[in-house]
């Protein structure tokens, strides 16, 4: 009898003499059929003939020729696809967006079609890459997804805005209205120190829906976020200070509100400061009348109205009241400067008081920057929270008197030729005859001159300052002044330190000039 068996060396026969050596032989090559075997049949199991499904997007943005300008398509985008399998059924489908690294980013369904929302960034739209691949009925994957990447966009971004009728303080409503209609918050609303605000705002999505708020107030590091069914923020035991809130809203997007809906606000009440008219008073030393005079001015009649001009170089006094709805007076700040705003601020020393009386010392050198439309005086109080008075009355101050200037005669008569003639004038710095209160000396006035018959109007000379005794100006005309024999004008004009600002009012002379006669002439040609 034959013996075969599967071995690692073959089949082969044993013959009946060898009987031992064959069943010894016979017990190894089975040990060695039964291992070999065993690799057979785990290398057959190993053999997947299963082939992937594939996968097909049917319906999307079109794919870009120029991948660096890629497809604009809708945020809200309805893609459909489809799989195919050979040798087999296709069960369902999983999708990513984006990253595809993630193994948690990829979802299933059985479904071959879907309305996907495709985020944009909050100012502007942003680029996706949409996978999908079929799943078989042995669970086997598209090893190569089908793809689209293209540009979400939104056609409106969301808006906005505040319902100011409806803010509370303390809660009760606020009537920021002005003629029926609601307004911001502007800074000229004003709450009580320690209040608590709350404000409330709406807004809307033309293509879409408003998902979510974010609002920032001036003490938040970061913006809060609300869900869209939240639309209220309050803020409690607001400190002295103005404060501003901005409102974005974003809609299902991902857009962003291209303005914020803001509120701006002030905590603390303005304290209320006013200047007695009647107290001002300027007071100059004049040594060059007497060694004890003194010029005294009231500027300011009992409403506020202004009735005198301050010269320059007085010091000026003046007393006001001042009232802090919330708590006492800290300090001051005065301000004695031009007319287009702040010349200076001086603290002046501070009692906690609530009625308070100062004087001012002001250097009346300011009054030289007078621009003719008169300085600003003013006083802001401070309260002991340090918030400083936003809108002081304002009190226009004139200062430095012009000086004046005028000649002795108004007519000269006629003048001969060859001779220098002198044109006597007087001056002085006051504000006119009917108060001549000189702010300063009249010997330090500038004087510009000019013939303008002769010279042309352009043509102006200075001189000064003169002697007061020797106020003149000299001339000898020539035959050139006798043609034509119409009258002349010779033109003066005085100035202060205030320079052109405050200068005098220009004053004339006439004159006429007749050509001499050679000496020894008779009377009557002289007189011709």
């Given at each position: 009898m034959k013996l075969r068996r599967?071995?690692?060396?073959?089949?082969?026969?044993?013959?009946?003499?060898?009987?031992?050596?064959?069943?010894?032989?016979?017990?190894?090559?089975?040990?060695?059929?039964?291992?070999?075997?065993?690799?057979?049949?785990?290398?057959?199991?190993?053999?997947?003939?299963n082939r992937a499904p594939e996968t097909y997007i049917t319906r999307g943005p079109d794919i870009s020729p120029d991948p660096d300008r890629l497809t604009e398509y809708y945020y809200r985008a309805h893609l459909f696809w489809r799989g195919e399998d050979v040798d087999g059924t296709v069960e369902g489908f999983r999708f990513a967006i984006g990253d595809t690294s993630d193994p948690s980013a990829w979802s299933y369904t059985t479904r071959t079609d879907s309305v996907f929302r495709f985020p944009v960034d909050p100012l502007g739209s942003r680029t996706h890459t949409f996978y999908i691949r079929a799943v078989d009925e042995l669970g086997k994957q598209d090893l190569s997804p089908d793809t689209l990447r293209f540009t979400a966009f939104t056609s409106h971004r969301p808006q906005v805005r505040l319902l100011f009728d409806l803010t509370r303080v303390n809660g009760v409503i606020y009537p920021f209205v002005h003629q029926n209609e609601p307004r911001p918050l502007d800074g000229e609303d004003t709450v009580r120190l320690f209040s608590s605000v709350t404000f409330v705002w709406t807004g809307s999505d033309v293509d879409g829906e408003v998902a979510g708020w974010t609002s920032q107030f001036d003490t938040d590091l970061e913006p809060v976020w609300h869900d869209r069914f939240d639309t209220t923020r309050t803020v409690e035991n607001l400190e002295s200070g103005t404060y501003e809130l901005f409102v974005n809203a974003f809609d299902d997007a991902g857009a962003k509100s291209e303005l914020p809906a803001k509120a701006k606000m002030r905590a603390n009440f303005?304290?209320?400061?006013?200047?007695?008219?009647?107290?001002?008073?300027?007071?100059?030393?004049?040594?060059?009348i007497g060694p004890t005079d003194t010029l005294?001015?009231?500027?300011?009649?009992?409403?506020?109205?202004?009735?005198d001009t301050i010269p320059s170089r007085a010091i000026v006094s003046a007393s006001w009241t001042s009232v802090d709805p919330e708590g006492y007076m800290s300090h001051f700040l005065w301000s004695f400067?031009?007319?287009?705003?702040?010349?200076?601020?001086?603290?002046?020393?501070?009692?906690?008081?609530?009625?308070?009386?100062?004087?001012?010392n002001l250097d009346g050198t300011v009054g030289l920057t007078d621009t003719g439309e008169g300085l600003w005086f003013f006083v802001k109080g401070v309260d002991i929270?340090?918030?400083?008075?936003?809108?002081?009355?304002?009190?226009v101050i004139h200062v430095n008197y012009p000086p004046t200037v005028s000649f002795e005669n108004e007519d000269e008569g006629w003048l001969p030729t060859g001779e220098t003639h002198d044109f006597r004038f007087t001056a002085n710095d006051s504000d006119g005859p009917s108060s001549p209160y000189p702010d300063h000396p009249a010997d330090g006035l500038i004087f510009t001159y000019n013939f303008p018959e002769l010279d042309g109007e352009q043509a102006d000379s200075t001189i000064g300052p003169l002697n007061p005794n020797l106020w003149k100006v000299s001339r000898a005309f020539d035959a050139s002044a006798t043609n034509p024999p119409e009258v002349k004008r010779l033109v003066i004009q005085a100035f202060d330190e205030s320079g052109t600002i405050r200068a005098s009012a220009p004053d004339t002379v006439l004159f006429r000039v007749f050509e001499s006669p050679e000496p020894g002439a008779g009377a009557a040609e002289r007189r011709r």
């Open positions: 599967s071995s690692g060396c073959g089949t082969r026969a044993v013959p009946p003499a060898r009987t031992g050596l064959a069943l010894l032989c016979g017990l190894a090559a089975l040990v060695a059929f039964t291992y070999t075997g065993g690799c057979e049949r785990d290398e057959m199991l190993q053999i997947d003939r303005d304290s209320k400061t006013t200047i007695n008219p009647e107290s001002m008073v300027a007071k100059l030393p004049r040594p060059w005294v001015i009231r500027p300011l009649d009992a409403s506020g109205a202004a009735i400067g031009e007319s287009q705003g702040i010349n200076d601020f001086t603290d002046l020393d501070a009692s906690t008081i609530e009625v308070r009386n100062d004087s001012l929270f340090g918030n400083v008075e936003e809108k002081p009355p304002i009190t």
